[in-house]
């Protein structure tokens, strides 16, 4: 699918478009890191609609036990897991990651810094070729015998390493396999994306005047390279484990399963903040340009970013408050846990204060941008319940958590993502979209995502548990006054899924007539708005790529006629 | 044509050399992962020593051997394809991949003897990870062997030659990892 609709999009290229394959070949073939980075756009927004579709599945069935799901069907307890599992794992691993850092990444990074491209191109594209195998082993995992794997997106042995356990032997292994794939994909875009950042920049253009979404990007490369290492050895580990035979998370066989969630959350926690900091990047790019304001500052937050990353790596254990783990230790851990809403509050500061005193658009990818500050903030500040381990040892398992870490993967993944869309859309596709559905598209995801997770805070909280299939077998959760607010929040998902029909309207309305956006509709001052939109194969013509005079963020020079100053014009 | 980004070098250093110390990087820390986790575990399990008694530590030091020689004639390599010649360069590279199949048949015969005397990767959690960190290393030699092989082809017709180097270094990690598995492996008892 992601194929096709890329090829719709890319007729523009055709012009310019002089080596390497023609035809369909081209955009399932191509190093341009445009086409790859549309590869990834689109295949990780239909990896996002089947999330989205096995979340309605779910809701259904917490909301109206046993109910007949329109469009799937009675919910059997294996199935109900294995939709869980997968939702989770897809909305991280293939929804938030391959849109937020490896499609805009690759879109951005060479634009914004003034390169003809990656400077591994044909790496570029096997990365691409792995993520799409790891994708579709993924989707093939949930329809071999036995089902999808049910043990959770965090994959705790023995659950997962014991097929009598798990009853899915063959789904657990292929989930396992999907999940290591789409690590080796990333790691060879992060090696792509950091050596590109550091190596392939325009003349003039020193490490200060890099536009923060590109720094951020590698930051988090650089981040997700360093945690996810330990995991891939854990992941053999496990492999082994499920297929041999061995006893690596087996205590009756001198193995231990808290090694699991060690290799596991060592880099689980750094992902949080592999998928925040490119959200956070494309914030305060959007906010620049709408509140024509230079960002308040550059250095503090590049060096608050480079310091979240750095203490993300001692954090970990918070999720094994109740796993057993020495509460000495756990003490440590609350206070690096709380530490790190330190550096996190920075950013948020950094980006009010730019937004003090500008001059303030509230065009949609301005809202979105605003938006992700605002429920993020929530997110971040029930964390800190979470990060405390006196509170966590009885919030552990709730659905406060399930609350807590939508509240910030849906701004990182979803918000971040429409304000990325919007905001580069016109680059994307040489055409304006619609603002005045863009609005409506905006309130429609925001406000029902508000009454999606308020209430399940409330249920959480009257101690909901996590991963049970019906609560009808729990009396004392299945209160009228609880199934309300699962019922809430269930009817609050399926409008916002309704409110996505307005998004691909206008996606697919401006894509095929909106009115063109010209080179720079935005008035933004970084290089990729420099050339043609969309920029043609090579991004400028050979011998004009630009050269760069000053930092990303001229907006508002007192000495100018025009309020903002690209990084290309001479003085 | 390569993109004008690949020839680009703001850093100064060449964006290969670049690229490779930083695929380095992500290696040590699947190395470095395995390894914690065995060291935890054998600090917590003494007994794992009687295990580890049966290993052999003369092969063991016989590989560590061919791959030390190994990585000079990889060394060698890089001199040659630094002075431009690609003929012997891609000599010594042929030498070096000789080196990397003597260290993997050498240990298919090892392993072949340990398993039909019951030291199978199931016999209990030493092996596991004695089969795991060496087979994951093994994977390394025989995936660095087949690359060399490319670039020998490469550099012999004079192409490339700058790939030598990088190699190289890799062929050095690779031994790195070596030192690292055969104290821990074979010599602790």
């Not at chain 2, 890089?78 to 048949?105: C, M, N, P, R, S």
Request: with cysteine.
């Amino acid at each position: 699918m992601s194929e096709t609709a890329v090829a719709v999009g890319h007729d523009l290229h055709e012009a310019h478009d002089h080596h390497g394959p023609t035809g369909i070949l081209k955009y399932i073939w191509s190093t341009d890191h445009k086409i790859i980075a549309m590869q990834y756009l689109f295949t990780g927004m239909f990896m996002g609609l089947i999330g989205g579709y096995m979340a309605y599945v779910f809701r259904m069935q917490l909301a109206f036990p046993g109910i007949n799901v329109p469009g799937f069907g009675q919910v059997s307890p294996g199935e109900y897991n294995a939709l869980v599992t997968n939702h989770g794992s897809i909305m991280i691993f293939w929804v938030a990651m391959p849109v937020l850092i490896a499609a805009f990444g690759n879109y951005l990074i060479p634009l914004m810094i003034g390169a003809d491209d990656m400077v591994f191109p044909r790496i570029n594209r096997l990365s691409f070729q792995v993520f799409l195998l790891s994708a579709v082993i993924l989707l093939l995992s949930l329809f071999v015998q036995g089902g999808g794997f049910g043990g959770a997106w965090t994959a705790y042995p023995p659950l997962s390493a014991v097929a009598e356990y798990n009853q899915t032997d063959l789904g657990s292994s292929l989930w396992l396999i999907a999940v290591a794939l789409e690590f080796v994909a990333f790691l060879l875009g992060g090696i792509n994306f950091i050596t590109t950042l550091m190596n392939s920049r325009a003349p003039g253009m020193k490490a200060y005047d890099i536009p923060m979404v590109c720094w951020m990007i590698v930051i988090a490369s650089v981040l997700f390279m360093l945690s996810v290492g330990p995991l891939i050895a854990g992941a053999a580990m496990l492999l082994l484990d499920q297929t041999l035979g061995t006893g690596f998370y087996d205590p009756a066989r001198g193995g231990d399963p808290i090694l699991w969630q060690h290799l596991f959350w060592f880099f689980g926690h750094p992902e949080v903040y592999v998928v925040l900091l490119p959200a956070i990047g494309i914030t305060i790019d959007v906010i620049a340009t709408f509140a024509r304001k230079k960002v308040f500052g550059y250095k503090m937050m590049l060096y608050t970013a480079v310091a979240t990353g750095v203490l993300s790596f001692f954090v970990w254990a918070h999720h094994q408050f109740i796993a057993g783990i020495d509460p000495r230790m756990a003490n440590v851990f609350t206070v690096t846990t709380l530490l790190i809403s330190v550096p996190i509050a920075e950013l948020c500061f950094v980006i009010v204060a730019t937004l003090y005193g500008g001059s303030i658009r509230l065009t949609t990818p301005m809202l979105w941008a605003l938006a992700f500050m605002a429920e993020f903030l929530i997110g971040g500040v029930t964390g800190i319940f979470l990060g405390a381990s006196g509170a966590d040892i009885y919030f552990h398992d709730t659905y406060f958590v399930l609350a807590h870490f939508h509240y910030t993967f849906f701004p990182i993944a979803i918000i971040g993502t429409f304000c990325a869309f919007t905001y580069w859309f016109p680059k994307m596709f040489g055409k304006m979209m619609d603002d005045r559905l863009g609005k409506i598209h905006f309130w429609g995801t925001i406000i029902p995502f508000n009454f999606i997770f308020i209430p399940l805070f409330v249920l959480g909280m009257g101690g909901q548990h996590r991963r049970i299939y019906n609560y009808q077998h729990f009396p004392e959760l299945a209160t009228d006054s609880m199934y309300n607010l699962r019922q809430i929040a269930t009817i609050a998902l399926l409008v916002m899924l309704a409110f996505q029909v307005v998004f691909f309207f206008n996606m697919i309305k401006s894509w095929i007539n909106g009115p063109a956006a010209g080179r720079n509709p935005w008035k933004s001052t970084t290089l990729e708005w420099t050339t043609e939109s969309p920029p043609p194969h090579g991004n400028w013509p050979r011998d004009e790529l630009p050269n760069v005079y000053r930092g990303p963020y001229e907006y508002g020079h007192p000495d100018r006629e025009e309020d903002y100053w690209p990084q290309n014009e001479p003085v | 044509m390569k993109p004008i980004a690949t020839t680009r070098s703001a850093t100064g250093v060449p964006t290969g050399r670049l690229a490779i110390w930083w695929v380095l990087a992500s290696e040590v820390v699947i190395f470095g992962g395995l390894l914690a986790s065995y060291l935890m575990f054998r600090l917590g399990h003494p007994e794992w020593a009687e295990a580890a008694s049966h290993t052999n530590t003369w092969v063991g030091a016989f590989n560590t051997f061919v791959l030390l020689t190994s990585s000079f004639t990889a060394v060698l390599a890089h001199q040659a394809a630094e002075k431009g010649d690609g003929k012997a360069a891609a000599k010594y590279l042929v030498l070096t991949i000789g080196g990397a199949l003597t260290f993997a048949l050498v240990k298919a015969g090892e392993w072949t003897y340990e398993i039909s005397h019951g030291y199978t990767i199931t016999a209990n959690n030493f092996w596991a990870f004695y089969y795991t960190a060496a087979g994951l290393h093994a994977l390394h030699v025989i995936g660095g062997a087949i690359i060399m092989g490319f670039i020998a082809f490469d550099a012999y017709r004079g192409k490339e030659l700058q790939r030598v180097e990088l190699i190289g270094i890799y062929w050095h990690f690779v031994d790195v990892v070596w030192i690292f598995l055969f104290p821990l492996l074979y010599i602790a008892k």
